[in-house]
């Protein structure tokens, strides 16, 4: 099958590690598919495809900072969660102490996605949206992106900036900083290149 052949090509960029747990998904889907049994074959590509969405997520982890604005990763709030076929996938990282926190998320299939990309691509839309909402369009390292700042009771800010990766969505959600200029400072730290690049 075509996807195997793919999804074979695909390992071989990542590099070995749990890569045979992969393959023995697949193998047991060829097994499966040549014996007419399309249902567990289905069931067999389905969990091959699930555990290498999360092997990909940990490859983009892998290129994120291990410290970022002077703050240290959160191991507790690290995840990575594979969903069939790329669609699904979502990869997260906090860096904090006590008075400050961000957060990064790079999801497929993003619901805020369609909203993003219609305020990056529209001038009316992200004027209107600009002067009601303070929301804005940056470019990080090439990349356009909307930045909105939010004011909270405690005198905190906090700045979400997301960011379109073809069929991504980079989020940044910065807490604690003083300035836009500061957070997308942190940005331009995050190699937004060859994030794309491993997830299309």
Do not use: C, W
Not at 45 to 59: F, K, P, S, T
Not at 66 to 88: D, K, M, P, R, S
Not at 162 to 176: Q, V
């Amino acid at each position: 099958m075509k996807f195997i052949a793919t999804t074979i090509l695909t390992l071989s960029l990542l590099g070995n590690g749990h890569a045979q747990d992969i393959l023995a998904s697949l193998d047991a889907a060829q097994s499966a598919y040549a014996a007419g049994n399309s249902q567990q074959a289905r069931q067999h590509l389905q969990q091959a495809l699930i555990d290498l969405n999360v092997r990909l997520g940990h490859q983009v982890l892998a290129t994120l900072p291990t410290t970022l604005g002077g703050l240290a990763i959160n191991q507790n709030e690290e995840t990575v969660v594979g969903g069939t076929g790329f669609a699904g996938l979502m990869i997260s990282r906090t860096y904090s102490n006590d008075t400050k926190r961000i957060k990064i998320t790079i999801a497929n299939d993003s619901p805020t996605m369609s909203m993003v990309s219609s305020f990056l691509s529209n001038d009316m839309l992200s004027g209107i949206m600009a002067s009601q909402t303070g929301q804005k369009k940056v470019v990080v390292s090439g990349y356009k992106g909307m930045l909105e700042k939010s004011d909270y009771d405690d005198d905190t800010v906090a700045y979400t900036l997301n960011i379109p990766l073809e069929e991504s969505l980079f989020t940044l959600e910065a807490r604690g900083f003083a300035s836009e200029n500061e957070v997308l400072d942190l940005a331009q730290q995050i190699d937004l290149r060859k994030i794309a690049g491993l997830l299309h």
